[in-house]
């Protein structure tokens, strides 16, 4: 098991999880399945570099707060990744609030660029009227979705693939801020769990490496959304850890949709919520799915009933691996 004093003094998180990958001759393996599309270690950790460099040119500077609001894609995690390699902060907020949510979200991080795509760029917009510290909004798929952009808007895609395609971390280490994790807000507003660099190593060693077991030949595809921490590193960091795979789609997650995402792309690990269980237990072609690629399905965020356990063992065959966790521990315990 990986000790906190094992991790070297210099650390950083996307060279960990991405840059090592290429490194050590994985480049050519599939990081991500995105839009159709599987996009290399290679590619992924070029579009990171693109994107931090284009992060460099707009000022963001070491420990300040970068703000994802938008969907879910090789955008949003190449820019998390980008963000931590030079050595900022990444926090990320849900594509379907309302104005006033992602106005909190705002004057809460004092983030000075946000990344929106064109699901949440009206919401953001106008929330962004009153916030003090926003300097731009970064705009992903502008041009494909017919966008005009504003005042302080910029067109994400067309800047990124301007950029230099080489970036060197920045000199981070293993204690320094690099992830703020919201809170649900079950006692109030949501608050940020400030987490260091270090976090994320240690969890992937003791939760993905030594309860899943997770491999270099597992791919990902997760239920909850990537703005939620849970999946996030279940899909696009713990994979990543052993040269392995997740799924990212911008769409709502639906019990068809997943069905069909399982089918297309066959899994070995999928990210699920008791909620979605009981919608898919309850399906009325749930008998004739086929989840044999599965070698097990997590469970978190709620309470996982034992009565739904058995119900999706009996109709799927596919273990549960249950877990409890907070913003506060940062993943799983």
């Not at 399945?33 to 599987?38: P, S």
């Not at 000022?59 to 707060?65: L, W």
């Not at 309470?303 to 549960?320: I, N, S, Y």
């Amino acid at each position: 098991m990986l000790r906190y004093q094992d991790i070297p003094y210099q650390f950083n998180v996307a060279s960990y999880f991405v840059d090592r990958n290429v490194a050590e001759g994985r480049g050519a393996r599939t990081a991500l399945i995105a839009d159709g599309c599987r996009i290399s270690y290679d590619e992924l950790a070029t579009t990171v570099n693109r994107i931090g460099n284009v992060l460099h040119e707009l000022g963001v500077r070491r420990g300040q707060r970068v703000l994802l609001a938008c969907g879910d894609g090789l955008e949003f995690v190449a820019t998390w990744y980008a963000v931590q390699k030079i050595g900022a902060v990444t926090a990320e907020v849900y594509t379907y609030l309302q104005p006033k949510d992602y106005a909190y979200y705002l004057e809460y991080t004092e983030a000075e660029v946000v990344v929106v795509d064109p699901t949440t760029l009206a919401n953001v917009r106008t929330a962004a009227t009153e916030a003090r510290h926003l300097r731009h909004l970064l705009v992903t798929g502008a041009t494909a979705g017919g966008v005009e952009l504003r005042g302080n808007e910029l067109d994400f895609d067309a800047l990124a693939s301007q950029a230099p395609t080489e970036l060197q971390p920045a000199p981070t280490t293993r204690d320094d801020v690099a992830i703020w994790k919201f809170t649900t807000g079950s006692t109030g507003a949501p608050k940020a769990c400030v987490h260091p660099m270090h976090s994320p190593v240690l969890s992937f060693d003791w939760y993905a490496r030594g309860v899943l077991d997770i491999r270099a030949d597992d791919v990902v595809l997760p239920v909850p959304k990537l703005f939620f921490g849970y999946a996030r590193d279940l899909t696009a960091l713990y994979p990543f850890g052993v040269g392995g795979a997740g799924i990212a789609f911008a769409e709502r997650s639906t019990p068809d949709r997943i069905f069909r995402l399982i089918a297309q792309y066959r899994p070995t690990i999928l990210v699920n919520v008791p909620t979605m269980m009981s919608a898919m237990v309850a399906h009325p072609d749930a008998a004739a799915q086929d989840l044999s690629c599965l070698r097990l399905c997590t469970s978190a965020g709620e309470a996982l009933p034992e009565q739904l356990h058995r119900r999706w063992t009996e109709t799927f065959g596919v273990d549960v691996v249950d877990g409890i966790g907070s913003s506060e521990a940062y993943h799983i315990y």
